[in-house]
């Protein structure tokens, strides 16, 4: 498990118990960005066979979460939120450098791998905290898959770049992702 430089706080938690179904509509718009990005990675990087294939199975995966979360909206009588800015995901990938093809594509790899470690964080803290004993199973579930997620991310990360590389470029993203998550407004939201 990634060690990230920060820990969510109680607080996050009785925003999300206190607005649940905001919380679940924003998870479900999520997955299904996170689904739409590990297809535009695969297709921006037809020649990398490992990478697409790895995008193309990661995409299905978040794309079942995406439809988990909305079977959960709907038996709770509630339906698809519309897409709101995310200023997690807008300051994390203004950390993406673009000087080159190969410091874009790591960067992209350690940003996403990142993302993917504080989205299993809050699942875990999720799977303990929620008082419906299914949605923390489901939740416990997710963060498992979540992990596996921030694995691929950094694995990949290693096969296209030099260890100290990754390791140095993963040191700073992690710094400034706390300093990101310790910026944002409290809300039921996973960001």
């Not at 206190?18 to 020649?47: C, I």
């Not at 004993?133 to 489901?138: G, K, Q, S, V, Y």
Request: hydrophobic share 50%; proline share 3%; charged share 30%.
């Amino acid at each position: 498990m990634l060690r990230l430089r920060s820990t969510t706080s109680d607080v996050w938690v009785d925003a999300v118990v206190g607005d649940l179904d905001g919380f679940l509509k924003d998870h479900a718009a999520n997955e299904r960005k996170v689904s739409a990005s590990a297809m535009t990675l695969a297709v921006q990087y037809p020649e990398r066979r490992p990478l697409v294939d790895a995008m193309v199975a990661l995409a299905r995966e978040e794309l079942e979460h995406f439809a988990r979360v909305y079977e959960l909206l709907i038996a709770r009588g509630q339906t698809l939120g519309q897409d709101a800015p995310d200023r997690y995901m807008r300051a994390m990938r203004r950390l993406i450098r673009k000087r080159d093809v190969e410091e874009y594509l790591l960067d992209r790899l350690i940003v996403f791998g990142v993302v993917e470690a504080r989205a299993c964080e809050r699942f875990a803290v999720l799977g303990k905290a929620l008082p419906e004993a299914a949605l923390r199973e489901f939740y416990r579930r997710l963060a498992r898959a979540e992990a596996r997620h921030h694995g691929l991310f950094l694995r990949l990360a290693h096969r296209y770049a030099a260890c100290r590389i990754v390791k140095t470029r993963l040191d700073t993203v992690l710094d400034a992702e706390a300093e990101i998550v310790a910026a944002l407004p409290l809300r039921a939201a996973l960001h």
